[in-house]
Antibody, heavy 115, light 108 residues
Framework: VQLVQSGPEVKIPGASVKVSCKAS????????ISWVRQAPGEGLEWMGR???????NYVQKLQGRVTMTTDTSTNTAYMELRALRSDDTATYFC??????????WGQGTHVIVSS | EIVLTQSPGTLSLSPGERATLSCRAS???????LVWYQQKPGQAPRLLIY???IRATGIPDRFSGSGSGADFTLTISTLEPADFAVYYC?????????FGQGTKVELK
């Protein structure tokens, strides 16, 4: 199983970022994808998930700013975060979500938000 | 949402010693749906334990999880050099999934 994420991003406040996560080694449509972020020197924060059926579930604090999607033709998941702020600076991880347990993780994508 | 509180914040131990990490929830975790992860600097987390006590594939048996309801423990029976890392618990019984703040196991 491998989850390979897109490269680092530097954005100005107010911009949007879209991170990709390409999965291989398992049946992509059988499991969901969760997104987790980690600010520098901080702990893990679950952002939300997209289920195998395409249903989404976002944490309240990101509602309205985040969208998670999947493309089953390319086994790729995407996370878009809009209206970026400096406190969105973090490493963003995708993870295979097997009914809530995050069994396999991407390598992380560093996103820096700075003017 | 369910708040997970891990203790201690930092555990200073030597190789060969036993590590006991605690994770307490603000309410009962449904079906003991609790996992433990290990994270080393610059790396993604790695799943160690799920369902409170089931070792994930390939995890050595020196790692064990226990507990139920709202009180859970990760035990590393005999610390090896590779075990010095940060450990997080996470619950997946009630959405939103939530993580504890982490326990750092450092070399004494």
């Amino acid at each position: 199983v491998q989850l390979v994420q897109s490269g680092p991003e530097v954005k100005i406040p107010g911009a949007s970022v879209k991170v990709s996560c390409k999965a291989s080694g398992y049946i992509f449509s059988s499991d969901g994808i969760s997104w987790v972020r980690q600010a520098p020197g901080e702990g893990l924060e679950w952002m939300g998930r997209i289920t195998s059926k395409g249903d989404t579930n976002y944490v309240q604090k990101l509602q309205g700013r985040v969208t998670m999607t999947t493309d089953t033709s390319t086994n790729t998941a995407y996370m878009e975060l809009r209206a970026l702020r400096s406190d969105d600076t973090a490493t963003y991880f995708c993870a295979r979500d097997r009914h809530g347990r995050l069994t396999d993780w991407g390598q992380g994508t560093h996103v820096i938000v700075s003017s | 949402e369910i708040v997970l509180t891990q203790s201690p914040g930092t555990l200073s131990l030597s190789p060969g010693e036993r590590a006991t990490l605690s994770c307490r929830a603000s309410q009962t975790i449904i079906s003991n749906y609790l996992v433990w992860y290990q994270q080393k600097p610059g790396q993604a987390p790695r799943l160690l334990i799920y369902g409170a006590s089931i070792r994930a594939t390939g995890i050595p048996d020196r790692f064990s999880g226990s507990g139920s309801g709202a009180d859970f423990t990760l035990t590393i029976s005999t610390l090896e050099p590779a075990d010095f890392a940060v450990y997080y618990c996470q619950q997946y019984g009630t959405s939103p999934w939530t993580f504890g703040q982490g326990t750092k196991v450092e070399l004494k």
